[in-house]
């Protein structure tokens, strides 16, 4: 668990590629500048841990590349004390940046091995969200709702209905939609039944597998 000054220097490096990217939510790339992404990863890896890059992590999934990262928090505009539901713990990276920007998040997951090991991860290097779920994401978590914002950091084929009915009026769903290749695709809550819709452009996810596993 060694972060050393070169490590943050890579960062500073790859926050300054987002930045050229588009990424310009001062918050965020703090957050690419404050987080040990090399810690997230498997070590055979580490030496391309900041650059611009997705990587195989346990079960088959990945970490996104921190673009995508830094897209999706940008994009939602996560604000102090926000209640944020995230799908797909994964890695626990993306977890790590809402929590830098000061959510309180929700995160469900729904392989058992990666559930196991990123809720066990992440308390130690001080990230701490509301609740870790082992569970079905297109379910979302009706006990909780309604969030300010719902993440969702794999393709989903469709758009599940109960993440939509879990949003506050004026919150928001972030979600790419699509098999082999999505669209990011915002929703805005106007009221109890009218939504706005946003594309926001081609991603590459790992899909968003139903039921637990």
């Known amino acids: 668990m060694r972060d050393t000054s070169k490590h943050q220097g890579l960062r500073n490096q790859l926050a300054n590629v987002l930045k050229a990217k588009g990424i310009i939510d001062e918050n965020v790339l ?37 673009y995508t990262v830094a897209f999706q928090s940008q ?17 626990g990276y993306q977890t790590a940046v809402l929590l830098e920007l000061k959510a309180e998040v929700y995160s469900i997951e729904r392989q058992r091995e990666l559930f196991k090991k990123t809720s066990l991860f992440l308390p130690k290097l001080g990230y701490n969200p509301k609740r870790f779920i082992f569970g079905d994401g297109y379910k979302g978590l009706p006990e909780q709702a309604p969030f300010d914002k719902i993440i969702v950091t794999a393709g989903a084929p469709y758009v599940p209905n109960p993440l939509l009915a879990q949003l506050k009026i004026g919150g928001k769903l972030l979600i790419p939609v699509g098999n082999k290749k999505q669209i990011m695709t915002l929703f805005v809550r106007k009221s109890a039944k009218e939504f706005e819709k946003h594309e ?6 790992v899909p968003m597998l139903e039921e637990k596993n």
């Open 30 to 66: 703090n957050a690419v500048r404050k987080i040990p992404r090399h810690l997230f990863i498997d070590s055979s890896f580490e030496s391309h841990a900041y650059q611009d890059k997705a990587f195989p992590i346990a079960a088959e999934q990945t970490i996104s590349m921190p």
């Open 75 to 91: 994009t939602l505009e996560v604000k102090n004390t926000d209640k944020v539901l995230e799908i797909g713990t994964g890695s």
């Open 200 to 205: 926001l452009g081609d991603f590459a996810f």
